[in-house]
């Protein structure tokens, strides 16, 4: 919500809201490595890595993003 700048909101007061808007891949990868560090928080592992080393591997550019 907030990469696409949107108003806070009240979710008991407004529901099914749709969303519109876009993102950048560069935003989306940050988001994604987010993500990445709370699986590190929680001790999971992502298609059976170490979230911190596939956080790492999507920096130095290892790690293939994929385009679909």
Not at 6 to 11: G, L, N, P, V
Request: charged share 40%; proline share 3%.
């Amino acid at each position: 919500m907030k990469a696409l700048k949107e108003a806070k909101r009240d979710r008991k007061k407004t529901k099914n809201i749709k969303h519109n808007g876009n993102i950048s891949l560069d935003v989306a990868i940050e988001m994604s490595k987010e993500i990445l560090g709370t699986c590190v928080s929680v001790g999971c592992t992502v298609d059976g890595k170490d979230p911190k080393d596939l956080q790492q591997e999507i920096i130095d550019g290892d790690e293939e993003i994929p385009q679909d």
